[in-house]
């Protein structure tokens, strides 16, 4: 069974660094790009960027490109979304993907909430 | 990159009715469109790929079609589960743009 668990909730300040974690199982992890989606309190989908597991090649967003770094560990099927400075407008559900070449993606991580406030 | 306009915003309808809502790419896609429903607190849940591939599971009142730049979602008869936000997404292009949603709300 494909599996993305996504580490749990988190409140931070501004300016601090933050780094959550996507963990897949059930599928060759090098097989699938991982991407990652925000969705700020009351509002739509927004796509952030992907990153190809293999080569760890990332591509981003223009509006979230020199604020955030995706990465991935293969050796421990892990993907990560990582600020290191956050603001209060970080302040989001983000979710990670399975970014299947075919049919989009199909299976989806549970959320992880960020709430950032002094 | 690639910028993906949804219409309507928020759609009012009745269980029965037939419901379709429209997604607009800023340049050719070909069919690599996706539709997702998502209900609050939940991820979202793809109902169909390619513009028109149903997903295993997914009722068949749902259905999508077109390709290039223009595609709808038809929903032909709204049941009580189908009060959710939908997107349509790009999946062209190394990237991955959501529309910005559909509400489709209780008349």
């Keep these: ?118 | 990159d690639i910028q993906m306009t949804q219409s309507p915003s928020t759609l009012s309808a009745s269980v029965g009715d037939r419901v379709i809502i429209t997604c607009r790419a800023s340049q050719s896609i070909s069919s690599w469109l996706a539709w997702y429903q998502q209900k609050p607190g939940k991820a979202p849940k793809l109902l169909i790929s390619k513009a028109f591939i149903l997903e295993s599971g997914v009722p068949s009142r749902f259905s999508g079609s077109g390709s290039g730049t223009d595609f709808t979602l038809t929903i032909s008869s709204l049941q009580p589960d189908d009060f959710a936000t939908y997107y349509c997404q790009q999946y062209d292009a190394y990237s991955g743009t959501f529309g910005q949603g559909t509400k489709v709300e209780i008349k």
Excluded at chain 1, 28 to 50: D, T
Excluded at chain 1, 58 to 67: I, L, R, V
Excluded at chain 1, 84 to 101: G, V
């Design chain 1, 1 to 118: 069974e494909v599996q993305l668990v996504q580490s749990g909730a988190e409140v931070k300040k501004p300016g601090e660094s933050l780094r959550i974690s996507c963990k897949v199982s059930g599928y060759n992890f090098a097989n699938y790009w991982i991407s990652w989606v925000r969705q700020m309190p009351g509002k739509g989908l927004e796509w952030m960027g992907l990153m190809d597991p293999t080569d760890s090649n990332a591509k981003y967003s223009p509006s979230f490109q020199g604020h955030i770094t995706i990465s991935t560990a293969k050796s421990s099927n892990t993907a990560y979304l990582q600020w290191s400075s956050l603001e209060a407008s970080d302040t989001a559900m983000y979710f990670c993907a399975r970014h299947n070449l075919i049919s989009g993606y199909d299976y989806w991580g549970q959320g992880t909430l960020v709430t950032v406030s002094s």
